[in-house]
């Protein structure tokens, strides 16, 4: 009964580094997203991805990419990590259809730019 | 576009004490209302939901009542316990699928 696993849990990168924020569903879900969350400023919105092979654009996208190859995984890309971007960000999953369908999120990465 | 405003934290209460924290909207259409609560150093878990005017979501002690004329979700107990410190987000989901979250209000109960 794994739901979203994220890994890595905690991460330190200097600036310039480049990394990748792992996340996998196993409850076939559709709809993928990253948000980071910021004290006083709740989440936001990086990337999301409706299916395998379409990703899109949300409130925060810049310095980050996404692929979504499987349905199962969607990871997060940092290019070329910056202070700005020291946050925790969670991978949150749900299905497509219904309006009462709830979001279910990983445990979060906890990323410190230095 | 659409947005949640919740109430600023940090709230400390005493243990038994009864809790409020107010969330309104503002939605293009009918959304469908959620309250989700973070425990210290986890992911985000839902607490309760409501999809329709009126609706009464509840779950483990917390309610909260859709109030479509005053775009609002307050969240309330009762009688709250040292285990029920953590944050709390309220958020709505769009007739365009988006989640949009609150800031989060953080409570801390003391015994």
């Known amino acids: 009964n794994a739901g979203v696993t994220q890994t890595p849990k905690f991460q330190v990168l200097k600036t310039g580094q480049s990394m990748t924020l792992q996340c996998a569903q196993d409850?076939?879900?559709?709809?993928m997203s990253w948000y980071r969350q910021d004290p006083g400023m709740g989440l936001r919105l990086i990337h999301y991805s409706v299916g395998a092979g379409i990703t899109d654009q949300g409130e925060v996208p810049n310095g980050y990419n996404v692929s979504r190859s499987t349905t199962e995984d969607f990871p997060l890309r940092l290019l070329s990590a910056a202070p700005s971007q020291t946050s925790v960000y969670f991978c949150?999953?749900?299905?497509?259809?219904?309006?009462?369908?709830?979001?279910?999120f990983g445990q979060g990465t906890r990323l410190t730019v230095v | 576009g659409d947005s949640v405003t919740q109430m600023e934290g940090p709230v400390t209460l005493s243990e038994e004490a009864f809790l409020t924290i107010n969330c309104t909207y503002t939605?293009?259409?009918?959304?469908?209302l959620f309250w989700y609560v973070q425990y210290p150093g986890e992911g985000l878990q839902l607490l309760l939901k409501a999809t329709k005017a009126d609706d009464k979501g509840s779950n483990k002690g917390f309610e909260a009542t859709y109030r479509k004329e005053t775009t609002s979700f307050h969240l309330e107990k009762g009688s709250v316990q040292v285990s029920d410190s953590a944050v709390y987000f309220c958020a709505l989901r769009g007739p365009g699928n988006q989640f949009y979250f609150g800031t989060g209000t953080s409570l801390t109960v003391i015994p």
């Open positions: 939605a293009t259409g009918y959304p469908s």
């Open positions: 409850m076939n879900h559709e709809y």
């Open positions: 949150a999953s749900r299905t497509t259809g219904g309006r009462n369908t709830e979001a279910f």
